[in-house]
C-alpha cells in the first residue's frame, strides 16, 4: 500500500485584525500533533502584521513592492504587470491584491514570510507542544499555463524539497536531478480544502512528519531560481525590444568607429 496523508481545512478562525497572535488563534481552533504541517493563506498573515494600504493606492503599492519589471501588457482600462516583487517572487502585480480584505483595502504580501512562517511556527509549538511545520501559501499563475494555483512562499519547521537525487526510480535507474518541491504541492493541495471563499484560511496536513523538522531549516526563498540559471527572466516582447535597442546601440557605435576611422 502506498504513502497516505490528509488535510483538513480549520475552521473558525474569524476575520483577522492587525495585531492578531495568529499562533494563539490557530493553537485554540485544532487539535495539533508532532509531524503535523500548517498551511496557512499568506493573507491572514498579511492582516495580523499590518501590510494593508487603500485600495486607491494599488497601483503605487504594486510600483513600491516591484523590484524588476518582467512583462507587462496593455489591455482595455488598465495593464498587467508581471513582476519580481521585493519578497523574490514573480508573479501578477507584485502579490497585491484585493480580495478576502476588508473593503477599500488592499493587502500587501509579508515582508519577510520566511520570518512570518518561522514566528508562527515557534508560537504554535510553544503553545501546543507539538513540533509542527508551518508554510504560507499564496496564489499565483504559472508561465504557458492557464489558471492559477497555490505556492509556498514562506516555509518554516518543515523541507521544502524532497531531495531524491543519488536514489534510484521503480527500475533501478539513477536519479540525478528528480526534487520535488513538496512545499509548493503541498500549499496546492491545502487550498483545495480551504478554497478561495469558504473562510478557511488555514489546513492541516497530517501523516508527512518526516518532513518536519527544526525551525532553521531553509525556507521558501530557497525555491527562487538564482537569476543566472532562469531561462525566462524577460517576457517575449520586453526580451525582443532589448535585443533590438542592444543592435541597434551595437550598429550606432560601428557606424561611429567607422567615421572616426575615415576621418
Known amino acids: 500500500m502506498g504513502m497516505r496523508f490528509s488535510i483538513e481545512g480549520v475552521e473558525g478562525i474569524g476575520e483577522i485584525e492587525p495585531g492578531a497572535d495568529l499562533a494563539a488563534i490557530i493553537a485554540g481552533a485544532t487539535e495539533l500533533e508532532d509531524g503535523d504541517i500548517l498551511v496557512v493563506t499568506s493573507k491572514i498573515v498579511s492582516k495580523a502584521e499590518g501590510r494593508m494600504v487603500p485600495g486607491a493606492d494599488r497601483e503605487a503599492a504594486i510600483t513600491a513592492e516591484t523590484v524588476r519589471l518582467v512583462a507587462a501588457r496593455e489591455y482595455e482600462g488598465g495593464v498587467t504587470r508581471i513582476v519580481e516583487n521585493r519578497q523574490g517572487i514573480i508573479s501578477a502585480a507584485a502579490g497585491v491584491d484585493a480580495s478576502n480584505a476588508p473593503d477599500g483595502v488592499i493587502l500587501l504580501l509579508p515582508v519577510d514570510p520566511d520570518a512570518s512562517a518561522r514566528d508562527l511556527a515557534a ?4 503553545f501546543t507542544g507539538a513540533a509542527v511545520g508551518v508554510i504560507l501559501s499564496d496564489t499565483v499563475g504559472r508561465p504557458w499555463r492557464e489558471g ?24 533501478g535507474k539513477p536519479l540525478s536531478v528528480t526534487m520535488p518541491c513538496v512545499a509548493d504541492e503541498l500549499a496546492g493541495a491545502a487550498e483545495l480544502v480551504k478554497g478561495k471563499s469558504a473562510g478557511v484560511p ?21 525555491i527562487q531560481r538564482p537569476a543566472e540559471r532562469d531561462l525566462f527572466r524577460q517576457g517575449a516582447d520586453e526580451a525582443y525590444d532589448d535585443g533590438y535597442r542592444a543592435g541597434f546601440d551595437e550598429a550606432q557605435a560601428e557606424s561611429r568607429s567607422a567615421s572616426a576611422s575615415s576621418d
Open 202 to 222: 488555514v489546513a492541516v496536513v497530517r501523516g508527512l512528519g518526516r518532513l518536519v523538522g527544526s525551525l532553521d531549516l531553509p525556507g521558501a526563498r530557497s
Open 148 to 171: 492559477q494555483t497555490d505556492i509556498a512562499i514562506g516555509a518554516a519547521g518543515v523541507q521544502v524539497f524532497d531531495d531524491l537525487r543519488g536514489s534510484a526510480d521503480a527500475s
Open 123 to 126: 508560537g504554535v509549538r510553544t
